[in-house]
């Protein structure tokens, strides 16, 4: 069963580069999925941010496009978030997840998630 | 972008009785392909996201048959036939008919 796990610094400060790394076990990140993330402040919803295949083909919510950059790594088999130009608002759990075709694209996988605050 | 909208916010539920929550979209979710990209997410107190139901009323591997999925167009309904003690957390309705995805606000089901 594949599995996804997030990994990167979990504090950044106002107007850094927020980075963030999935690694996938388990399954092939060549698969004919999209690999996503997500996001969830403190005590509220969730925020896609964007997605990425593994021909490195991507979409973005526009909301964030210009800050947000996504790479994979097929080598590695992970995928990365870059988020430029922080501010507290970028403060949140960050998740990654499958985008699978096959369940209507459904996101049917989930890292733990990891929490990044954003503070000088 | 697709205003997802939830009701009720939040849901307290005897166990063993049932539940439902809606959830509108503020444009039709029927894709380009026919398929309605409609999902349904369970989120568990500490916990991440699970998938519970796609394209409307579709279980995912492992969800419990007493969670079913319904709805058209820009109405849908999450329903628990039964709600056990492990059914308490906040529940999204998500889109994917159309980027950027988005999901609904949650709704809380608790236990009275």
């Known amino acids: ?120 | 972008d697709i205003v997802m909208t939830q009701t009720p916010l939040s849901s307290p539920v005897t166990l063993g009785q049932p539940a439902s929550i809606s959830c509108r979209s503020s444009q039709s979710l029927v894709h380009s392909d026919g398929n309605t990209y409609l999902s349904w997410l369970q989120q568990r107190p500490g916990q991440p996201p699970r998938l519970l139901i796609y394209k409307i009323s579709n279980r995912f591997s492992g969800v419990p048959d007493r969670f079913s999925g319904s709805g058209a167009g820009t109405d849908f309904t999450l329903k628990i036939s039964r709600v056990e003690a492990e059914d308490v957390g906040v529940y999204y309705c998500m889109q994917a008919t159309q980027f950027p995805l988005t999901f609904g606000g949650g709704t809380k089901v608790e236990i009275k």
Do not use: M
Request: aromatic share 8%; charged share 15%.
């Open chain 1, 1 to 120: 069963q594949v599995q996804l796990q997030e990994s990167g610094p979990g504090l950044v400060k106002p107007s850094g580069t927020l980075s963030l790394t999935c690694a996938v076990s388990g399954g092939s990140i060549s698969s004919s999925n999209w690999w996503s993330w997500v996001r969830q402040p403190p005590g509220k919803g969730l925020e896609w941010i964007g997605e990425i295949y593994h021909s490195g083909s991507t979409n973005y919510n526009p909301s964030l496009k210009s800050r947000v950059t996504i790479s994979v790594d097929k080598s590695k088999n992970q995928f990365s978030l870059k988020l430029s130009s922080v501010t507290a608002a970028d403060t949140a759990v960050y998740y990654c997840a499958i985008c699978r075709a096959a369940a209507g694209r459904g996101l049917g996988r989930w890292g733990q998630g990891t929490l990044v605050t954003v503070s000088s």
